[in-house]
Nanobody
Framework: QVHLVESGGGSVQPGGSLRLSCGAS????????MSWYRQAPGNERERVAS??????YYADSVKGRFTISTDNAKNTVFLQMNSLKPEDTAIFYC???????????WGQGTQVTVSS
């Protein structure tokens, strides 16, 4: 059974940093593309960053500020978020997608609030 558990969210002032973690279990980590999505109130869920096989993707709005990485030995994916802005405020979700299939799994989400 697949489990994705996010942690590391919280409240921070503009310009601050947070590091999100997502612990994964129940599947072979290396076979899945791992992503972070976010959803702000009233907005659709959007993909923020992805990583698979050493390749990464970033949404234009976070390029140069966010970094996605993995610890394959611990089946964990991270999202380092620097220079946070109020518009980054959202619930952040971890996603695992089996490459070449429609198997898609979500974590429960973690709240990130950027406010002075």
């Amino acid at each position: 059974q697949v489990h994705l558990v996010e942690s590391g969210g919280g409240s921070v002032q503009p310009g601050g940093s947070l590091r999100l973690s997502c612990g994964a279990s129940g599947f072979r980590f290396s076979d899945y593309a791992m992503s972070w999505y976010r959803q702000a109130p009233g907005n659709e869920r959007e993909r923020v960053a992805s990583i698979y096989g050493g390749s990464t993707y970033y949404a234009d709005s976070v390029k140069g500020r966010f970094t996605i990485s993995t610890d394959n030995a611990k089946n964990t994916v991270f999202l380092q978020m620097n220079s946070l802005k109020p518009e980054d405020t959202a619930i952040f979700y971890c996603n695992a997608r089996a490459v070449g299939t429609n198997n898609n799994y979500w974590g429960q989400g973690t709240q990130v609030t950027v406010s002075s």
